[in-house]
């Protein structure tokens, strides 16, 4: 029975263990005792030590080599830094975690990156392409390589022509690499709302109709009409060609829609021109 109680009673502090209280943090020095922490968190608090102020200490250069090439716990025994210190500071530098379970890099490895697509170098390393990348932003290098790299000079001059998200489709490409490939060729983009005006589609304002305007630039007629006030141009006046004898003589035996369209005028035109010879609608 006294044998029970013995493996059941908390184990005794010693005198040495109790002068690291308040030395480490409370999660940090259990570990270290292989106690609870709850049992470290009691036993300060009872003999009234303070929680330990974590001091951060700058990070040296040569100590900040380490981090991402070992794991956190390593870079914490190597340089005497907390593991969350460790943690907190690859974060601060971009790096991703780096797993202890896999297999480190070669430096004929490193070679191939930045070189192929991070997938054709998965392929040659037996890697994961998530590896790869990781591995890639570690090294400072950034993706220079699309899914479709090779682009052809009749895809580049349909760039621009329409919105991104269309030539991606007209392609099979993706939005973003089309918008990287134009960006990178300084080409505007086209916006389905606003049309970017170049000096020559703006001489042809009040040159020709707006509607034949739209149609040539592909875009809407108000587009058109809003760029042509905005520059102060007026509206071309067209001119009608002279009314025939015959033309005159079919005013009023039909509609003025249906008329129009035989004649191949306006209907205000053909209402017009009927009034003026005083003659009722059909």
């Known amino acids: 029975m006294s044998e029970l109680l013995k493996q059941i009673s908390p184990k005794e502090w010693t005198l040495s263990e109790l002068r690291l209280l308040g030395t480490k943090s409370d999660t940090e020095l259990a570990r270290t005792l292989k106690r609870s922490i709850s049992s470290v968190k009691t036993k300060r608090q009872r003999l009234e030590i303070p929680t330990p102020v974590v001091w951060n200490r700058p990070w040296t250069k040569r100590e900040l080599k380490w981090i991402g090439k070992v794991p956190d716990e390593e870079v914490a025994s190597r340089t005497d830094h907390s593991v969350p210190a460790a943690a907190l500071k ?5 790096i991703p975690k780096l797993d202890p379970k896999l297999r480190p890099w070669l430096p004929r490895e490193d070679k191939l990156i930045g070189r192929f697509s991070d997938k054709e170098v998965a392929l040659k390393t037996n890697r994961t392409v998530s590896g790869v990348r990781n591995r890639r932003i570690l090294l400072g290098l950034g993706d220079i390589f699309e899914r479709n790299p090779d682009w052809t000079l009749k895809e580049e001059k349909l760039l621009g022509t329409a919105p991104d998200d269309e030539i991606a489709r007209l392609l099979g490409r993706t939005q973003l690499a089309v918008q990287r490939r134009r960006v990178k060729l300084g080409i505007p983009f086209k916006s389905r709302f606003r049309h970017n005006w170049t000096k020559r589609e ?11 305007i739209s149609k040539l630039l592909n875009i809407s007629r108000w587009q058109v009409n809003e760029r042509r006030h905005e520059l102060g141009i007026s509206a071309i006046r067209l001119h009608s060609p002279p009314w025939t004898k015959r033309e005159d003589a079919l005013l009023g035996t039909m509609h003025d829609r249906t008329l129009a369209k035989k004649l191949n005028r306006t209907k205000i035109a053909v209402a017009q021109r009927r009034r003026t010879k005083g003659i009722n609608p059909f």
């Open 202 to 212: 703006d001489r042809l304002l009040g040159k020709m109709s707006d509607a034949l």
């Open 90 to 94: 690859r974060r601060q530098m971009g």
